[in-house]
């Protein structure tokens, strides 16, 4: 499961099952978009082995 946490949630805002995840936060990037394009190489890379 990827996680992305949104830029107007603080961290002891979510719920206590999610605190123990690792999360992309969101306030690191631009937008949505930015974070696609981040996440979309390291699927690649890590779930298609051609």
Do not use: H
Not at 11 to 18: D, I, K, M, R, Y
Not at 30 to 50: C, H, M, N, R, W
């Amino acid at each position: 499961m990827i996680t992305i946490k949104d830029w107007n949630i603080e961290w002891n805002e979510l719920p206590s099952f999610l605190r123990n995840l690792k999360y992309i936060d969101r306030k690191n990037f631009k937008s949505i978009q930015d974070v696609a394009v981040e996440l979309v190489p390291t699927i690649k890379k890590g779930y298609f082995y051609f």
